[in-house]
């Protein structure tokens, strides 16, 4: 547990093949970049560049100067491979096509 002035956090990062999550005590009024780089993820795992992948607490995004609170889960996020958009349209027309071949 905590005390009066830590704060307790989780940071986490899916790789490929791996889910990696540090729990960590910081200071109260710790931010996001910190947490992170107190975690040993970015020397875990050289891939993360700060600069490029985004964070978020929870699930919902948030800049890396953003204070943390005791009890979050900062989660580092990878790339995305392809846009979702484009992704759904091209399922819609396999589907259609697909519907086509079976008349």
Known sequence: ?????????EVAYAAPDRQVVKILTLPVGSRVEAAIRASGLLDEFPEIDLAVNRVGVFGERVELDTV????ERVEVYRPLLADPKQARQRRARAKTRKARQAR
């Open 68 to 71: 943390v609170q005791d009890g």
């Open 1 to 9: 547990m905590a005390g009066v002035d830590e704060v307790r956090v």
